[in-house]
Structure formats: C-alpha cells, structure tokens
C-alpha cells in the first residue's frame, strides 16, 4: 500500500488524468451500447405507424383479395401489407388490355372505406406473360391511380445516320 501512495504522490496529476479519462471512455462506451440497443428494439418505421392502431385494414385486404380472385380475367393475387402500403401483385391474361387492367384494379378500391383511402397507399403490380409489368400506384393524398407502363417495341428502328 507504500508503493501505491508513494506512487500518487510522484505521479499525482497523472493519476488524475487518467481516473478522468478511464472515467469518460466509461461513459463512452455505455452511451454507444445503450443508443444500439434502443436502436434494435424500436420500429423499423419510427414513429409514423403510433395511429395505424386507428385504420385497421386486413379484413378489407382479404375482400379485395376475394375480389380480385373471383374475376375469371385475373390468374394469381398476393397482397401484403407493409406499414402504410398495401402491395397487390396480379398475374392476368397476356390478352388483357391496359384499360380493362385500371379498370379491374379502380373497381378493386371500393373493397376499401374512405377513412383507409386516404390512410393507405395501395400499389399495383399487374403482370403479363410475355410483357413488362404494368405498374399502378394509388398514393393516400390522391383519388385516382396513376399507372406507368414501361413497354418496349419489338420493331428494330435505328437512330445512327451512319447506317
């Protein structure tokens, strides 16, 4: 216990520095662990999903689902329902134009209450064989579905002057 005092006492503000830095990696160390395990036990979605307790939808996605099943144009469905977004995923017949596709998934939406219209975003992936997908998109802020089709043309039409 000589040896120790002594050696305080020679080394005293060493000693201090380095209680105060042994200290401060404490501190450190127990803040960085804290903040991850705070971060593996909230939500993936933070705090934007605290009222989707309010907007219960999963009875309306199996009518819509049962909807969509029951039409003889419409081969495969899938939903899943992910935070705020309702995903529909549709396999229909290569024959089914654009227009009777919107028209399918318009008359889908009315499976939904107002109230959940304007909670939820509903997405459309309509598949064809043979063809790109169609994509639908109907955001909770609007009425309507806005649909991208990305299509290719089969003909070969060249832009090179060179040719």
Same mark, same amino acid.
């Given at each position: 216990?000589?040896?120790?005092?002594?050696?305080?006492?020679?080394?005293?503000?060493?000693?201090?520095?380095?209680l105060?830095?042994?200290?401060?990696?404490?501190?450190?160390?127990?803040?960085?662990?804290?903040?991850?395990?705070?971060?593996?036990?909230?939500? #993936?979605? *933070?705090?934007?999903?605290?009222?989707?307790?309010?907007?219960? #939808?999963?009875?309306? #996605?199996?009518?819509?689902?049962?909807?969509?099943?029951?039409?003889?144009?419409?081969?495969?469905?899938?939903?899943?329902?992910?935070?705020?977004?309702i995903? #529909?995923n549709?396999?229909?017949?290569?024959?089914?134009?654009?227009?009777?596709?919107?028209?399918?998934? *318009?008359?889908?939406?009315?499976?939904?209450?107002?109230?959940?219209?304007?909670?939820?975003?509903?997405?459309?992936?309509?598949?064809?064989?043979?063809?790109?997908?169609?994509?639908?998109?109907?955001?909770?802020?609007?009425?309507?579905?806005?649909?991208?089709n990305?299509?290719?043309?089969?003909?070969?039409?060249?832009?090179?002057?060179?040719e």
């Amino acid at each position: 216990m000589k040896k120790l005092k002594d050696f305080y006492l020679n080394n005293r503000i060493y000693c201090i520095l380095m209680l105060i830095s042994t200290l401060c990696l404490i501190v450190i160390l127990s803040s960085i662990v804290i903040y991850f395990i705070t971060q593996t036990k909230s939500s #993936v979605y *933070g705090n934007r999903l605290d009222d989707i307790g309010e907007h219960p #939808v999963e009875t309306e #996605v199996a009518d819509l689902k049962k909807h969509l099943e029951d039409n003889s144009k419409v081969l495969y469905v899938n939903t899943d329902i992910r935070g705020k977004i309702i995903y #529909v995923n549709l396999e229909v017949n290569k024959d089914l134009s654009n227009e009777e596709i919107q028209s399918i998934c *318009g008359e889908s939406l009315t499976k939904l209450t107002d109230s959940q219209k304007l909670y939820y975003d509903v997405q459309y992936i309509v598949k064809r064989e043979g063809l790109n997908p169609y994509l639908g998109s109907k955001s909770a802020s609007q009425t309507i579905i806005a649909w991208a089709n990305f299509s290719y043309n089969d003909d070969d039409t060249s832009t090179d002057e060179g040719e």
